[in-house]
């Protein structure tokens, strides 16, 4: 991960406000069939690898990290009884800010932390992603 920390940051930076929207909303809103056992078991492998492994393992392919975290998003979004109905009333433009900002806030956490674990990576980016749902819902208040 060493010269390409900075495109790494990048790449995600400019996916992230096509890519997240649907891709958290997909994760953390499971269809009827698919049970929280299902998203667990689809985390399962990918929950022990450090930011710099993962993206060895995504092949170095951004669409495949994006994937790769979005597995592990769906995790978070149980840990945290996130309620997805709270993202999903958010005007576009919010949706694709806070996309944008999560994935920076993954991008920049492993470019200066590669041995971080990812999960905790993507867990700490969801809360924040959280913290400025919330806010943004009392601003509205």
Known sequence: MN???NKLVAVLVV?????LSGLVLQAA??????????YLDQARPYMMLSCESAWDLAEQDTDKFVELIGKISAVSFYNHDFNIERLTSLSEEKREELTREFY???GEF??????S??????DFALVEAIAKVTAEEQKND
């Open 104 to 106: 920076e806030d993954i």
């Open 3 to 5: 010269l390409k920390k």
């Open 110 to 115: 492993s470019r200066k932390n590669p041995r």
């Open 117 to 122: 674990l990812l999960a905790g990576v993507v």
């Open 29 to 38: 809103a499971p269809e009827e069939e698919h049970t929280v056992e299902w």
């Open 15 to 19: 996916s992230a406000v096509f890519i």
